[in-house]
């Protein structure tokens, strides 16, 4: 069983920086998936950025390019996400997930497992 549990979330001023973590216990297969999802009041998860679990390959969405990092630790099984010059749009609870399967996908429905969330809240 795969448990996933975020942290590092909280408030920050725009032009900002915040790192998010999260702690994966359990197997994730190496060319699986595992990256963060944010979801705005009343809409759709968003993918943002992932990474194949092996570490050789990562997606980032077009809104955040440049701007975030995602990266993992394998020896402390833990999963960043490196947040810089935030803008007040970037406001949203953001959850790490993960994906066993070999194929990328960006749709929540296909992420198998999930954390609690964590709010990320950028004022102007």
């Known amino acids: 069983q795969v448990q996933l549990a975020e942290s590092g979330g909280g408030s920050v001023m725009a032009g900002g920086s915040m790192r998010l973590s999260c702690v994966v216990s359990?197997?994730?297969?190496?060319?699986?998936?595992v990256g963060w999802f944010r979801q705005f009041p009343d809409k759709e998860r968003e993918g943002v950025a992932f990474?194949?679990?092996?570490?050789?390959?990562?997606y980032y969405s077009d809104s955040v390019k440049g701007r975030f990092t995602i990266s993992r630790d394998n020896a402390k099984n833990t999963l960043f996400l490196e947040m810089n010059t935030l803008k007040p749009e970037d406001t949203a609870m953001y959850y790490c997930?993960?994906?066993?399967?070999?194929?990328?996908?960006?749709?929540?429905?296909?992420?198998?497992?999930w954390g609690q969330g964590t709010q990320v809240t950028v004022s102007s």
């Open positions: 997930a993960a994906r066993h399967d070999w194929d990328f996908s960006l749709y929540p429905s296909e992420y198998h497992y």
């Open positions: 990474i194949r679990a092996r570490g050789d390959w990562t």
């Open positions: 359990g197997y994730i297969p190496s060319d699986g998936y």
